[in-house]
Protein backbone atom coordinates (compact mmCIF):
# COMPACT_ATOMS: atom_id res chain seq x y z
CA UNK A 1 0.00 0.00 0.00
CA UNK A 2 1.33 3.71 -0.59
CA UNK A 3 0.02 6.77 0.55
CA UNK A 4 -0.02 9.80 -1.29
CA UNK A 5 -0.56 13.21 0.19
CA UNK A 6 -0.18 16.69 -2.18
CA UNK A 7 0.21 20.12 -1.58
CA UNK A 8 0.93 23.39 -3.04
CA UNK A 9 -2.04 24.46 -4.42
CA UNK A 10 -3.89 28.41 -3.77
CA UNK A 11 -5.33 31.36 -5.73
CA UNK A 12 -3.27 32.25 -8.49
CA UNK A 13 -3.68 35.07 -11.17
CA UNK A 14 -3.47 34.23 -14.86
CA UNK A 15 -0.15 34.12 -16.08
CA UNK A 16 1.68 33.41 -12.68
CA UNK A 17 3.14 30.18 -11.54
CA UNK A 18 2.85 26.85 -9.35
CA UNK A 19 4.22 23.87 -8.16
CA UNK A 20 2.52 21.04 -6.83
CA UNK A 21 3.73 18.32 -4.71
CA UNK A 22 2.95 14.86 -3.66
CA UNK A 23 4.79 12.77 -1.20
CA UNK A 24 4.68 8.88 -1.53
CA UNK A 25 4.51 6.70 2.05
CA UNK A 26 4.31 3.59 2.22
CA UNK A 27 6.02 0.98 -0.45
CA UNK A 28 8.98 1.61 -2.53
CA UNK A 29 8.58 4.72 -4.88
CA UNK A 30 10.46 4.05 -7.63
CA UNK A 31 8.31 1.10 -8.93
CA UNK A 32 5.29 3.08 -9.45
CA UNK A 33 4.65 5.47 -12.73
CA UNK A 34 2.96 8.58 -11.73
CA UNK A 35 0.52 10.64 -12.71
CA UNK A 36 -1.34 14.18 -12.07
CA UNK A 37 -5.39 14.39 -12.54
CA UNK A 38 -7.32 17.25 -12.50
CA UNK A 39 -11.18 17.32 -11.74
CA UNK A 40 -13.28 20.58 -11.49
CA UNK A 41 -17.05 19.32 -9.87
CA UNK A 42 -19.31 17.91 -12.77
CA UNK A 43 -16.69 16.54 -14.84
CA UNK A 44 -14.71 13.55 -15.16
CA UNK A 45 -11.33 13.52 -13.72
CA UNK A 46 -9.13 14.87 -16.40
CA UNK A 47 -5.72 13.94 -17.26
CA UNK A 48 -2.70 16.26 -17.35
CA UNK A 49 0.73 14.20 -17.00
CA UNK A 50 1.99 11.01 -16.30
CA UNK A 51 5.41 9.53 -15.81
CA UNK A 52 6.13 5.92 -16.24
CA UNK A 53 8.24 4.20 -14.39
CA UNK A 54 10.02 1.82 -16.49
CA UNK A 55 11.60 4.08 -18.66
CA UNK A 56 10.96 7.78 -17.61
CA UNK A 57 8.49 8.69 -20.51
CA UNK A 58 6.53 11.39 -19.73
CA UNK A 59 3.33 12.27 -21.07
CA UNK A 60 1.23 15.26 -21.21
CA UNK A 61 -2.49 16.56 -22.17
CA UNK A 62 -2.26 18.90 -24.97
CA UNK A 63 -4.12 21.20 -23.15
CA UNK A 64 -1.00 21.88 -20.92
CA UNK A 65 2.14 21.12 -23.58
CA UNK A 66 4.84 23.55 -22.68
CA UNK A 67 3.53 25.29 -19.97
CA UNK A 68 3.60 22.26 -17.53
CA UNK A 69 6.50 19.72 -16.38
CA UNK A 70 6.11 16.87 -14.26
CA UNK A 71 9.16 15.69 -12.42
CA UNK A 72 10.03 13.11 -9.71
CA UNK A 73 13.05 12.22 -6.83
CA UNK A 74 12.58 8.42 -5.95
CA UNK A 75 15.06 9.30 -2.78
CA UNK A 76 12.45 11.81 -1.66
CA UNK A 77 9.46 9.69 -2.61
CA UNK A 78 8.28 13.00 -4.32
CA UNK A 79 6.52 14.09 -7.55
CA UNK A 80 6.11 17.85 -8.45
CA UNK A 81 4.05 19.41 -10.63
CA UNK A 82 5.54 23.10 -12.06
CA UNK A 83 2.78 24.68 -13.60
CA UNK A 84 3.67 27.69 -15.31
CA UNK A 85 1.33 30.61 -17.41
CA UNK A 86 -1.67 29.11 -15.84
CA UNK A 87 -5.02 30.09 -16.94
CA UNK A 88 -8.44 29.96 -15.56
CA UNK A 89 -9.03 26.80 -17.49
CA UNK A 90 -6.57 25.47 -15.43
CA UNK A 91 -8.56 25.78 -11.94
CA UNK A 92 -9.45 22.79 -10.19
CA UNK A 93 -8.89 20.09 -7.81
CA UNK A 94 -5.44 18.22 -8.66
CA UNK A 95 -4.67 14.58 -7.53
CA UNK A 96 -1.84 12.51 -7.80
CA UNK A 97 -2.30 9.27 -8.56
CA UNK A 98 0.29 6.21 -8.65
CA UNK A 99 0.06 3.05 -10.80
CA UNK A 100 1.92 -0.52 -10.14
CA UNK A 101 1.55 -0.59 -14.00
CA UNK A 102 3.16 1.28 -17.17
CA UNK A 103 0.26 1.33 -19.89
CA UNK A 104 -2.56 3.38 -20.52
CA UNK A 105 -1.23 6.13 -17.90
CA UNK A 106 -3.72 8.88 -19.43
CA UNK A 107 -6.82 6.43 -17.88
CA UNK A 108 -7.65 7.24 -14.35
CA UNK A 109 -8.84 3.62 -14.15
CA UNK A 110 -5.24 2.38 -14.35
CA UNK A 111 -4.32 3.82 -11.22
CA UNK A 112 -4.28 2.03 -7.79
CA UNK A 113 -3.81 4.24 -5.24
CA UNK A 114 -4.84 8.01 -5.23
CA UNK A 115 -4.12 11.72 -3.18
CA UNK A 116 -6.71 13.44 -1.86
CA UNK A 117 -6.49 16.61 -3.67
CA UNK A 118 -5.22 19.87 -3.61
CA UNK A 119 -7.12 23.03 -5.18
CA UNK A 120 -5.59 25.78 -7.83
CA UNK A 121 -7.66 28.46 -8.71
CA UNK A 122 -6.82 30.54 -11.35
CA UNK A 123 -8.45 34.03 -11.26
CA UNK A 124 -8.59 36.61 -14.54
Known amino acids: QIQLVESGGGLVQAGESLTLSCVAA????????VGWFRQVPGKEREFVSA????????YYADSVKGRFTISRDNDKATVSLQMNNLKTEDTAVYLC?????????????????WGQGTQVTVSS
Open 97 to 113: AASVGWERLTDPNMYEH
Open 51 to 58: MRWTNGNI
Open 26 to 33: GRRFDSYS
